[in-house]
């Protein structure tokens, strides 16, 4: 184990944690959309399912990427996941008004802001300025 690792908080590595998995959701969420695409009642129930298969396919492997870049005290790679996530908490206010889950969108929500706050606040933002870019 490295210094900077063993002096990294842990609220840093329960995003990393936390970001893995989100990553690896996104990336099976994605393949299941573009393999059942055309399936009728995946068409309803999710505009355009191939298209959002392949976004989140995109975004998975962004997210896991980073993940690894994050937990080494990237400010950049830091910067990148609190992109995401408030893009995600974006997307899961806007899908709990067109029909999908209200509480799979609430618990993606608390999981966003429970992530943000854990970059944010603590002892998270000096890890991140010592580690440097």
């Keep these: 184990m ?19 998995l989100k990553g690896f959701f996104d990336l099976i969420s994605g393949v299941l959309l573009v393999v ?6 995946v068409q309803q ?16 492997l962004i997210v896991v990427s980073v993940a690894s870049i994050l937990l080494r005290g990237n400010r950049t790679a830091r910067t990148v996941i609190a992109i995401v996530q408030v893009v995600s908490i ?8 067109v029909g999908a889950s209200v509480v799979g969108a609430i618990v993606s929500i608390v ?7 854990l970059l944010f606040l603590g002892k998270a933002p000096s890890y991140f300025a010592r580690n440097g870019a």
């Design 2 to 20: 490295s210094d900077i690792e063993s002096k990294r908080p842990g609220g840093v590595t329960l995003v990393g944690v936390l970001t893995y």
């Design 36 to 41: 059942f695409a055309s399936v009728g009642e």
């Design 45 to 60: 129930s999710v505009g355009g399912a191939w298209v959002t298969g392949i976004l989140l396919i995109v975004i998975g």
């Design 90 to 97: 974006a997307a899961n206010v806007y899908s709990m008004f």
């Design 111 to 117: 999981v966003s802001l429970v992530v943000l706050g």
